[in-house]
């Protein structure tokens, strides 16, 4: 297909940045964007040998005023956009449990990690529907597979199980439309959520940088790491 628009979210760092690094070397264009607008244009900046385009542009899939001006920005600038990746996450709480969870906590997590993706596509979805290749990426967890569901890291994980939820109901509603959506578990990696002892960031990418490059006879409403299907 020709040449790509693509945003991810939550990019500055991290996975966000190393998907945004991929991409933009196979030649999209990626708007990289962040919730500080300095942090967003450092890592653009540092991304700018990597091949395609690097645009930053600040959001905060928190504010939906962020995520209109985003929309604008794309529709007059582009006219359209092929890929987004819902990456922005916070709140890897593994020290609590949902039998006593800061229930404050756990609104800020799905505030950013479900309804935060779930604002963002809403914005961009009409210019996802004006591409002939529109690819949909939630960027999710294991941790929110029901199928081996145990105790412990309640925000994070019903936040993905939430975003799990949301990709299923995504894909069958936007099937007719031609726009495929799937969930991505990139798999314990050494980022700052993750910590030291991951997987190389590279490596947990791919799979992210896969769903988002699908062909159109592709899967959607899936759940995968590194391309192999997950019990949700």
């Known amino acids: 297909m020709a040449e790509r628009i693509t945003v991810v979210t939550g990019a500055n760092r991290g996975i966000g940045k190393e998907v945004a690094r991929q991409l933009a070397a196979g030649g999209d264009t990626v708007i990289l964007t962040a ?3 300095n942090k967003a244009a450092a890592a653009a900046k540092d991304l700018s040998g990597a091949g395609g385009t690097v645009v930053p542009h600040p959001l905060d899939v928190r ?8 929309a604008a920005t794309i529709r007059d600038r582009y006219g359209r956009l092929d890929v987004l990746v819902n990456n922005a996450a916070i709140s890897y709480d593994t020290w609590a449990d949902a039998a006593d969870a800061d229930l404050d906590a756990v609104r800020e997590a799905l505030d950013t990690n479900l309804f935060g993706a779930w604002g963002v596509t809403q914005s961009l979805l009409p210019l996802l529907r004006l591409s002939r290749h529109g690819r949909i990426v939630n ?6 597979s029901l199928a081996g ?23 069958a509603e936007l099937r007719a439309d031609g726009v495929l959506v799937n969930a991505v578990c990139p798999g314990w990696v050494a ?9 190389p960031v ?7 940088v896969w769903a988002a490059t699908l062909p159109d006879d592709g899967p959607t409403g899936g759940f995968y790491r590194d391309r192999r299907p997950l019990p949700w």
Request: aromatic share 2%.
């Open 63 to 70: 504010d939906p005023a962020t995520a209109a001006a985003l």
């Open 35 to 37: 919730r500080d607008a």
């Open 191 to 199: 980022t700052d959520m993750g910590g030291a002892g991951g997987r």
């Open 149 to 171: 569901m145990g105790g412990g890291t309640p925000a994070y994980k019903i936040s993905k199980v939430g975003l799990n939820a949301l990709t299923r109901m995504l894909a």
């Open 202 to 208: 590279a490596d947990g990418a791919a799979g992210i």
């Open 139 to 144: 960027v999710s967890s294991e941790a929110g």
